[in-house]
């Protein structure tokens, strides 16, 4: 069969289809909830752009640690899962069909009693991410499975209901906060429309050819006497609005249709399910009315869905003054491709930038896969602590934060080669911290042979730093210059020469008064460094004169 990409995708085809959601919602809103608050922020980028100030607590705050934790960490088998899974072929769709069974049978829905969170303790999490100098702490609210981690009241599919039987992000949300730890969110259920049609699909080959997988078969009825009756697997998978069209007859071709139709990234709202648009909007005020976090994050390369995006973000900074005396603490993340104006901190998924940027911005991370995956546990895949510090310190020095993700396992805890990773990150962090935390830019980010993975998913290109590697922060009168590795008996820095050499008074290690011996040269300041003073990962340097 030609593999094409299907042109009433963005049409009005398939409306009747989503007709029993809007009813359905409408029922759950009492009056007035779906408006968003008075303020001075409008509902459009113009107004976002000319008005919003990132509040300093985030420019200050440097380091944050994410819990990218829901159902599909279930099969412990990384990213995407529930979307792959239903793609004939992957390793997804193998791993699922010899542990669960087929998905013509049994499907992502089936996994989702599966994820008991049992040993789940966030209490001694974030204390051990404390420790580690997180100054921020954000929890997973859903993902492109569609399934709400909280209290929905606009969603049944959620984790009070199902699973855990426990308000996720209310329970981080208190722990953070008892903490002293800013909190926020990340939302990431505008893609479900079409990023689960899969599980509308079929076996292009093999013995059961041509029958449809789980999600198309069933609706609401179906559930009755079953652990989900009272349900609808629609709401959970979506409606059927790109459903792989019969006729495929080989593996390669369909899932070729895949990747040209229902993978394609578009943040414009799906126009044949406008139902999905406006419970998304319902589901996302009320997650934000409920936690007032201090951070929305969107996985998205624009405010998702349209108008409806730019409704909720204004929302979320009016009511954020409302928190807060009359102050804007809230900051909402997205990933802008193309031109960019402010209005919303900037995040570069897994990636750095090649210079200071004017604007705060953010880069985030995973130590793996977003989604727990055992097998980097088993061959000991993970970033290495040093990694971390070493581009958290990148990160800084170019007015960035680094959004760190720790993959939590389906019951609730990190495996020991995580907790090892994150106390080797708190071991740098309670030696010289000060030099990232409340810093900002100097005249240039640092010096150093190695090139930055820059750029979305650059960190893929990125080959390890060096202590021949610097980076430079200020904060008050002081100027911090930090080795991205264990320095020599000397550091040499070379941004350092003519007037600004001169200027050098005094260096300390940072969190020692004990003065270093330091000397001028052609090739810049020369700095003694006292082995007890340094770090495996590096050492921050304090020296005066230089601001």
């Not at 070729?256 to 139902?275: Q, S, T, Y």
Request: net charge neutral.
């Amino acid at each position: 069969m030609k593999v094409t990409k299907r042109e009433w995708v963005r049409g009005t085809a398939g409306l009747a289809l989503a007709s029993a959601l809007p009813a359905r919602a409408a029922e759950l809103v009492e009056p007035g909830f779906d408006k968003i608050a008075d303020g001075p922020f409008k509902p459009e980028w113009a107004s976002l752009q000319s008005q919003y100030q990132v509040p300093d607590w985030f420019r200050d705050a440097k380091f944050g640690i994410w819990a990218h934790w829901g159902p599909q960490c279930v099969p412990e088998a990384g990213d995407w899962y529930a979307r792959e899974m239903y793609l004939q072929g992957s390793g997804s769709y193998k791993h699922f069909v010899k542990t669960y069974g087929h998905p013509a049978d049994t499907g992502f829905m089936d996994l989702l009693p599966r994820w008991k969170a049992e040993s789940w303790n966030p209490d001694e999490l974030l204390d051990l991410y404390v420790s580690a100098g997180a100054k921020y702490f954000m929890s997973m609210a859903n993902h492109h499975d569609n399934f709400d981690m909280y209290a929905s009241r606009f969603h049944d599919w959620n984790s009070t209901r199902i699973g855990p039987r426990k308000d996720i992000v209310g329970i981080w949300e208190k722990a953070a906060r008892k903490r002293g730890l800013r909190f926020g969110v990340s939302n990431h259920s505008a893609h479900a429309w079409h990023w689960f049609q899969t599980a509308y699909g079929y076996d292009a080959e093999g013995p059961r050819q041509g029958e449809r997988y789980d999600a198309y078969k069933l609706n609401a009825l179906d559930g009755k006497g079953k652990w989900w009756e009272g349900l609808d697997p629609r709401m959970l998978y979506g409606d059927p609005v790109m459903a792989l069209p019969d006729g495929f007859d080989n593996i390669t071709s369909a899932n070729a249709w895949h990747e040209l139709n229902d993978r394609v990234w578009d943040e414009k709202p799906p126009l044949n399910n406008p139902a999905f648009t406006r419970q998304w909007y319902l589901r996302c005020k009320d997650l934000i009315d409920s936690y007032r976090p201090d951070i929305v994050y969107f996985d998205n390369f624009d405010l998702p869905l349209g108008q409806v995006g730019l409704d909720v973000t204004a929302h979320f900074y009016n009511a954020s003054a409302k928190w807060h005396g009359g102050k804007v603490e809230g900051v909402v993340n997205m990933k802008p491709h193309g031109p960019f104006n402010g209005g919303i901190v900037a995040d570069v998924e897994r990636g750095s930038k090649s210079a200071i940027d004017a604007r705060p911005w953010q880069t985030c991370t995973c130590i793996g896969q977003w989604h727990y995956n055992r097998r980097l546990y088993d061959e000991k895949r993970y970033l290495p602590a040093a990694d971390v510090v070493h581009r958290l310190c990148d990160i800084v020095s170019k007015n960035g934060n680094l959004l760190l993700s720790v993959p939590v396992r389906p019951d609730g805890t990190i495996d020991s080669e995580e907790r090892k990773i994150v106390e080797g990150i708190g071991s740098w962090m309670a030696r010289f911290s000060e030099a990232i935390y409340g810093t900002r830019p100097w005249r240039v980010f640092g010096e150093g042979p190695t090139q930055v993975g820059v750029g979305m998913f650059g960190e893929s290109a990125q080959k390890p730093f060096t202590a021949e590697d610097l980076r430079f922060t200020t904060k008050d009168k002081a100027f911090y210059a930090i080795t991205l590795g264990r320095p020599a008996q000397t550091v040499t820095i070379r941004s350092l020469q003519g007037r600004d050499q001169k200027r050098v008074k005094r260096v300390e290690v940072v969190g020692s008064r004990d003065p270093l011996t330091f000397r001028q040269s052609a090739d810049g300041l020369v700095i003694d460094i006292p082995p007890a003073a340094s770090h495996e990962f590096g050492v921050a340097l304090k020296i005066y004169g230089v601001v």
